[in-house]
């Protein structure tokens, strides 16, 4: 595999206790195999929704490498979900032996966010999620809009929200669907034009560790 050791490394500090803003709250939620559906419900976090303030986003790999039997960037914020759990042109996904990578998102201009919300959705190890989240006004003198993995994002302008890790404990079912739910309890998370996600591997047992992401929502704060 073609993992690399700074990657390793990422991975190992995502399973510690995530104290990064005390009023950042991670909801997960997760279907299992048998209970999962095209129509991502969910008990706690919110079914995908194709007019959120991502719809029209531009999105850019900033570094990594796309597998080429998956979708296109576009896959993400189109609001078009597959339709099973082992579909990989409705699904993004880097190429197999890799360690994940960093993609962007750009709204277009600065909005006030609510939430960020990702799914995810496959028959086995694809499924769990681990990324971290980065957010940016841009308006930073030092911003760099397309930061590289050697490069960390809080030395140009980029805040880090928080964590996510849905793997599951030993024992537990590692396939289904995932939905993660992040936001402030202040209700806002903040006005930003730029969403920057670090995406990981979710096992290294073998070549097949990155998650089929099949929808990520950013949720406008209604006025």
């Given at each position: 595999m073609k993992i690399q050791p700074a990657v390793v490394t990422c991975v190992v500090l995502l399973g510690l206790t995530v104290t990064i803003q005390a009023q950042i709250k991670v909801t997960v939620?997760?279907?299992?195999?048998?209970?999962?559906?095209?129509?991502?419900?969910?008990?706690?976090?919110?079914?995908?929704?194709?007019?959120?303030?991502?719809?029209?986003?531009?999105?850019?790999?900033?570094?990594?490498?796309?597998d080429s039997s998956g979708a296109e960037l576009a896959a993400l914020t189109d609001g078009v979900l597959p339709a099973d759990e082992d579909q990989p042109d409705k699904n993004l996904f880097f190429n197999a032996g890799t360690g994940g990578g960093r993609l962007r998102l750009d709204l277009g201009s600065l909005i006030e966010i609510f939430q960020v919300n990702s799914y995810s959705w496959h028959s086995?190890?694809?499924?769990?999620?681990?990324?971290?989240?980065?957010?940016?006004?841009?308006?930073?003198?030092?911003?760099?809009?397309?930061?590289?993995?050697?490069?960390?994002?809080?030395?140009?302008?980029?805040?880090?929200?928080?964590?996510?890790?849905?793997?599951?404990?030993?024992?537990?079912?590692?396939?289904?669907?995932?939905?993660?739910?992040?936001?402030?309890?202040?209700?806002?998370?903040?006005?930003?034009?730029?969403?920057?996600?670090?995406?990981?591997?979710?096992?290294?047992?073998?070549?097949?560790?990155n998650t089929f992401y099949s929808e990520i929502d950013v949720v406008a704060k209604k006025k």
């Open positions: 939620d997760h279907n299992s195999v048998a209970a999962a559906t095209a129509a991502f419900k969910f008990k706690r976090v919110p079914s995908p929704v194709k007019d959120d303030a991502a719809a029209g986003a531009r999105l850019l790999l900033v570094e990594g490498e796309l086995n190890t694809r499924a769990p999620q681990v990324y971290k989240l980065w957010v940016s006004d841009g308006l930073d003198p030092k911003f760099n809009a397309e930061p590289k993995a050697s490069i960390d994002p809080t030395t140009c302008g980029w805040r880090l929200v928080t964590i996510v890790d849905t793997r599951p404990q030993p024992g537990e079912e590692e396939g289904g669907q995932y939905g993660v739910s992040i936001a402030d309890a202040s209700g806002s998370l903040g006005k930003y034009r730029y969403l920057l996600l670090d995406c990981y591997v979710a096992e290294t047992a073998d070549e097949y560790g």
